[in-house]
């Protein structure tokens, strides 16, 4: 599989500028070191899903938005083998963004293999709410340290937490559909 993830690196230094932010500014909103944002930025390191999670909330974008900064079309065909895919290079957790900017959702979907997580990840802004369904095997959802067991096609929506974290408990790989929704989401918020 191409790792277009390759292309995160130049689209937070582009949303970082336009920003005005500097590393540093960045590292201290985001709690990623500025060595680790310039080598991301340098495409020299692959960043952590958790860790590309952080960037993106201190950037005010999706996660998602960070894999693909393309002008939005009226009519949008993403081939598989274009889609906007993040490999975490400690885990093996594969997370695909299906489509950015569709109205106010991000829609994703997060592979785990086998008795890996996606790490612990922040707390999204106030107004945002997920929904996450099992596509396939089982998963933990942690929410604010709180265990949600889910089986194939469970599904569970929650708001801002404390944290959020994907777990596959299982001997297999286990798929995730994920769907943000920011519609609510107070400007400049």
Do not use: F
């Not at 005005?20 to 709690?31: N, V, Y």
């Not at 997920?130 to 469970?154: F, K, M, S």
């Amino acid at each position: 599989m191409v790792d277009p993830s390759s292309n995160i690196g130049p689209n937070i230094r582009r949303r970082r500028q336009a920003l005005g932010l500097s590393l540093d500014a960045l590292a201290q909103a985001s709690g990623v070191s500025s060595t680790m944002l310039s080598e991301v930025e340098r495409a020299r390191k692959n960043p952590t899903v958790k860790l590309a999670y952080q960037i993106a909330l201190s950037l005010g974008c999706s996660l998602t938005d960070l894999l693909d900064d393309s002008e939005q079309q009226s009519v949008s065909l993403v081939r598989a083998s274009d889609r906007r895919t993040l490999l975490d290079p400690d885990t093996n957790v594969v997370r695909h963004g299906l489509r950015p900017d569709l109205l106010d959702l991000e829609i994703a979907w997060y592979e785990l293999p086998p008795h890996r997580s996606s790490g612990q990840m922040g707390p999204n802004r106030a107004g945002v709410v997920e929904l996450i369904t099992v596509l396939e095997g089982r998963a933990q959802i942690v929410l604010g340290g709180e265990v949600h067991t889910l089986e194939l096609g469970d599904s569970i929506s929650y708001g801002p937490q404390s944290t959020t974290e994907y777990i596959n408990p299982s001997d297999a790989p286990t798929r995730l559909l994920l769907v943000v929704d920011r519609s609510r989401v107070s400007p400049g918020g």
